[in-house]
């Protein structure tokens, strides 16, 4: 008998006290999935738990963008800079009026190549305010994993419309896009350990440095 | 091949021989390590608590997480089905394994067909538990940790004694001490003249692992959940080391326990506020990485998923003991847990130490070993692991039930000297005369010790009970006589 056999027979023995053979009905789930997080003030909740994780959080309004973005790269002492397909062309122009070294990830670049180069800019998919959460779903504007990974500092670009109260209406944002297959990622600060004694350190091997920057209207 | 002259990686330390109470001496006259795990444990604990207090509907979540943990524990085998048949449409290769020995060996086997001699390693209590690096060593596969507590473990020749904080035992000087002596050998030196600031130690595992990371061909993960709708799995942490395992390399081995299922995606809501607060105490760990099969031009492009039991189809036998199963490693049990502040991990014997490894181990394992029939009593049940567990599992509870099993299986094997005592105690508690021809000897005893505690001393039967207890002497004047004296016939 194949293992995956053997497996599926062992657990339907051991839940032979199970007579309910539908799931929902055998244990109803008491909870409203979904749920929004009764708040004043979303963009100041989320403004707030972004720097609880020592992240830099730069407001700006829609049409000082490309400058607010090439000073944010700047500010982190980045030279160069990778930008994934799907940003604006007039942020490029910025960055690289800036005098910031713009590469693309195209031909895709190696992960050494990622490593030598300083920063990231990316968009994100949807943030969570109540966790200072950033979510990315690597489609346009935010590029494969590695690129938003490898550079050792990130900036990335939310639109006031994408910050909601809360985990569970983040993932009804993400839900869709997942089950057509898209990879998400999930940042929450930038890289920290807490192993030496539990005393927390910020920076590791992800970016150790995220700046976010909030657009408004 | 496990000649040490030979060896790729670090040599581990060796579990415990002994069962808790004798392996527990040296530990409690450990002063450094209680000293670290003291400062450790109050640490985490305040923030949990700080961090569960901050949401309205904490009951509420956990409530839920019990549910759906219950609902995927009851129906796995439909639930694993399906969770099969959406990672292989999504492109992934799902393996099957009884036990720890099948994981290991798929693990070799798809290194071997890749041709790679090394692999990077996201922390994975799993794998600990099938002992995968010395397995894979023993086939001349060097497997790296990554995580940054794994790996001063691993280059401390040591063994985990904390499932989310595998150091946690090592303060910051012998971290300093470690990575000074031991980087070297394996790869990127420590800086030159390192500090034992945590940061720079820190910085120094980051220039360690650097070169592993952009080398590496294949990673080896663990797993937090798999959703069994659309197959996607679900890994939390904080360093990044997972990223880099996740993305670099071409091929990703997963192996994940068969208890790991979650019906849906938004049942991620439920476990991704839960588990950070109650695990780090952060209201969310840096990073999360969701995929679902392979993504073209985007990470690896082999996957691959072994989905084990070892142990865990015993667990779901038992409908008093499966709550078990609903553990998301979130290690909230041992920061609480007095016994485990004051024992540490290595105590325990293996991987799973604290409340959750009393009532796991034994389950997973069964009682042949008499180790693990001694794991259950390692607990004055006290129940602070019941109140803080994310996923309400009744820890006291099934601390009591594993104690009737382990005393069950003890009998089946031959009389022992606790039946003979329950025995003549429940001669005693028969009839009032018979208690109160006892309690002529124990008043007599009573006089012998006066107001002196009893310690341990070799009277039979007791011996063995009081070698963990002090207990008072018996009084010298029982509640019969106090009853006469002042009730009947006495001055009322």
Redesign the interface.
Known sequence: MSAREDILNRIREATRDVTESDPEVDVPIEWVYGQPLATEDVLADFVEKVEDYKAVVTRCPAGSLPETVAKALHDCGAGSVVVPDGIPDEWVAALEASGLTVRRDDPPLSSAELNSIDAVLTTCAVAMADSGTVALDHVEGQGRRALSLVPDRHVCVVRADQVVSDVPEGIARLAPGMREGRAVTWLSGGSATSDIELSRVEGVHGPRHLTVVLVEG | MTDTTTRRTPEPGTWTDKPFPLAVKPALANTQQRD?LR??TT??REKRAVRASEVPNWE??R??AE??K????????????QAEEAMKA?GITV????NGD?ANRIVASIATQKGVDEVVKIKSMVTQETELNEYLESQGIAAWE????EL?VQLGHDLPSHIL?P??H???DE?QHIFTEEMGRYGTPAPEGISNN??E???A??GH??EK??RAKMAVSGGNFIVAE?G?LVIVE????G??C???PETLVSVVG?EKIL?T??D???F??LL?RSS?G????????????V?P???PQDLHVI?L?NGR??V??D?QG?AALRCIRCSACLNICPVYERAGGHAYGNPYPGPIGAILGPQLRGLEDPKDRALPFASSLCGACNEVCPVKIPFTDILVHMRHKVVEYKTSKHPTGEQALMKSAGWLMERGSHLATAQVASKAAGRVFGTRWIGPMPIPLASRWLRARDVDAPPTETFRMWWKKNREGGAK
């Open positions: 670290n400062h450790a640490t985490i509420e979540l409530t839920a549910h759906i219950d609902r995927v524990g009851r129906h796995l085998d439909t639930y694993l089905v999504a393996h099957w394994a009884r099948e990554t995580d940054l507590a001063i904080v150091a946690i090592r303060n910051r971290v945590p940061a130690l820190t910085n595992a980051r692992l650097r990371f952009l659309t996607t904080s360093e990044g080391n990223r880099m996740l993305t670099l068969i019906p995606i938004e991620l809501e439920v991704l506020k950070p780090t952060e209201r969310m760990n840096p990073y999360t990485s969701m995929w679902t099969g993504t031009g985007d990470g989905l039991d189809t015993n779901l036998a409908p499966r």
